[in-house]
């Protein structure tokens, strides 16, 4: 079983819609959780950690539910330069466990 | 403030030959992270430095990959003899010791091809 699991998508959306996406981890201990963005060929970029109560940036929502141990991200009013891949990463004595990614398209 | 660098960006070897990759980590950030992505597979721990000692690496393939991270800043990778399965990115990233939510940057990666 993968450690973390990711809703693989790929999303496809206009300018201005709402998406979201989630993941589920297998492993109960993880201490931390996170989301990172990674653009074509690029390295991961911390887009935001993900607290137990929830947690807004921005335009972005994260929600973290440890009994059920799934992790949502969700989207406002999305911009073209929200295309990325998402990667849901949980945290465990500061090893990082990586889902496959959830690929994100925004359309004019 | 610079980020994580990485030397080189790409690198393209012979099955059998030695390479060695650097990570330059953020300045006073005390942990050292190497990842690796393979071909169509997800991002995977390689191993963790706490300054100069291994914490952690467990998730070093074999004993052809050594690590190391003398005088706790820059760290190498070396893979030696590389095989065809080595081929694919690695990560290097850091993070500060002290932080509670243990947030990890990422530099850009060296992208490995072994032919």
């Known amino acids: 079983r993968k450690e973390v699991e990711q809703d693989p998508g790929p999303f496809n959306v206009p300018e201005g819609a709402t998406v979201a996406f989630n993941c589920t981890y297998s492993n109960s201990a993880s201490q931390s959780f996170f989301w990172y963005r990674q653009d074509c060929r690029k390295e991961p970029k911390l887009l935001m950690s993900?607290?137990?109560s929830g947690n807004e940036d921005g335009r972005f929502t994260a929600q973290l539910n440890r009994a059920s141990q799934y992790i949502s991200l969700l989207i406002r009013d999305s911009k073209l330069s929200d295309s990325a891949t998402y990667l849901c990463v949980v945290n465990l004595d500061y090893k990082l466990s990586f889902g496959a990614g959830t690929t994100v398209t925004v359309r004019a | 403030e610079a980020g994580v660098t990485q030397f080189p960006s790409h690198s393209v070897i012979e099955k059998g030959q030695t390479v060695t990759l650097r990570c330059d980590p953020i300045?006073?950030?005390?942990?050292l992270y190497w990842y690796r992505r393979v071909m169509g597979k997800e991002i995977k721990f390689l191993l963790h430095?706490?300054?100069?000692?291994?914490?952690?690496e467990s998730g070093m393939p074999n004993n052809r990959f050594l690590a190391e991270r003398t005088g706790g800043t820059y760290s190498t990778l070396k893979v030696q003899p590389a095989e065809l399965e080595d081929s694919g990115v690695y990560f290097c990233a850091s993070s500060q010791f002290t932080s509670g939510r243990r947030e990890q940057y990422f530099g850009p990666g060296t992208r490995l091809t072994v032919t």
């Open positions: 993900v607290y137990s």
């Open positions: 430095f706490v300054k100069e000692s291994k914490q952690d």
């Open positions: 300045s006073g950030h005390d942990n």
